[in-house]
């Protein structure tokens, strides 16, 4: 169970599936743009659902929000989701 210094305790996980991101909004984008992380420095698909096995079967974790940049972008999104809603229990 994750518990912060308030004594609240977290069920849910946010999960940036990458920096990348094809919209330019200027509330996260700086006219000089971004860097984007190499290859290398990202999670792989394996590794993310490990962690979020992990997260759910011992730290209590009932909901998991995969975010970005824009995770849609994530070539490996579609196996990510598959194997995270086949996870006993079930995060929402």
Known sequence: ????????????????????????????????????LGKSELLSDDEIVRLIRIAVTTLGITEVRFTGGEPLLRPGLVSIVEQCAALTPRPR
């Open 1 to 36: 169970m994750l518990i912060d210094t308030f004594d609240r305790v977290a069920t849910d996980l946010r999960v940036s599936l990458t920096d990348k991101c094809n919209l330019r909004c200027t509330y996260c984008m700086p006219e000089e743009g971004l860097q984007w």
